[in-house]
């Protein structure tokens, strides 16, 4: 038998990593996830959640929106309205599932799009939805309203009235109560818009490490793999096919069965950069510009600085 040591990954490095790099498609969408799992957490603070749950919705909200493949896609989710909103969110749901230390928070992320809907929004198809999903619906949506600006104190006024009007109907009445006794704390939204967010979170909570051992590696590099290749359908297996390939290549090689076993992790994760690559490039037709080459020539940095 193969004696492995055990790897030891933080939970908030290896979620921020994934997250950062997917709000690298647009400027525009730089901490916006950060943004969702602050006022997430902030909202299930005030309602006295458990520790637990509130940690499922920070790494809920760091997440959420990974279901959403283009970038014009990541752009519709800034729309405070949404059409179809719920594809993206079972999109998410679907891809993260497959990770246990993972699996309650695709839950979160599957239904964040879910409106109150007097009551209506307790359960779809059957199926109960978590009070954590609105948590995060409310907070996604907060963050959109909020946006940039960098004068939040003189519009929370108008944003609290929208969200308000919005009680019982795209929202769940008790959330918007709790966010209606946080929005009188101005600490709280200048925390919001702090180019310092990550690190406010960071000391905000303790997420500790997952004690991953070379077969769970693996299973995490498959499930960061299917999330890159997700996006195109032209590279809808590749990673799989290079971890396969690069682990058969390294045993042939005469590497030890770790080395080979690594080498397919490496394999799975190696496009990872690819996610800051807009799938309008990716899925070009046509031959590729200059300035689009050299957009994608720049996803093996984005790979290595995020890992």
Not at 63 to 80: K, V
Not at 230 to 238: L, W, Y
Request: proline letters at 4%; one cysteine or more.
């Amino acid at each position: 038998m193969l004696v492995t040591k055990d790897v030891n990954i933080p939970l908030f490095d290896l979620i921020t990593c994934l997250s950062d790099v997917i709000d690298l498609v647009n400027p525009e969408l730089v901490n916006h996830h950060s943004k969702v799992a602050y006022i997430a957490y902030s909202i299930g603070t005030q309602l006295d959640l458990s520790r637990t749950e509130r940690n499922e919705l920070l790494l809920a909200g760091k997440l959420h929106d990974i279901g959403a493949l283009s970038c014009q896609e990541r752009m519709n989710t800034l729309r405070f309205e949404l059409n179809n909103p719920r594809r993206h969110a079972e999109m998410g749901g679907e891809l993260l599932k497959g990770f246990a230390p993972l699996s309650r928070v695709a839950e979160l992320i599957r239904f964040h799009h879910v409106h109150w809907d007097g009551g209506n929004g307790k359960t779809v198809c059957g199926e109960p939805v978590p009070i954590g999903s609105h948590v995060l619906h409310l907070a996604d949506r907060l963050a959109v309203l909020i946006g940039n600006r960098r004068d939040i104190l003189k519009g929370t006024d108008a944003i609290t009235r929208l969200v308000a009007d919005q009680s019982g109907g795209m929202f769940m009445p008790e959330l918007v109560d709790a966010f209606l006794k946080l929005s009188k704390k101005e600490y709280f939204w200048l925390d919001v818009i702090s180019p310092s967010i990550a690190a406010l979170l960071r000391r905000r909570v303790s997420l500790g490490t997952i004690d991953l051992n070379l077969d769970g590696l693996i299973s995490l590099g498959q499930v960061f793999a299917k999330i890159i290749d997700f996006r195109s359908r032209f590279t809808a297996t590749h990673s799989s096919g290079v971890a396969a390939g690069a682990s058969a290549l390294a045993r042939i090689a005469g590497c030890s069965e770790r080395e080979c076993q690594m080498m397919k992790v490496a394999g799975f994760l190696h496009d990872m950069g690819k996610l800051a690559i807009p799938a309008e490039i990716l899925e070009k037709p046509g031959k590729l510009s200059a300035d689009e080459r050299k957009t994608v020539s720049c996803h093996p940095f984005y790979t290595y600085r995020t890992l």
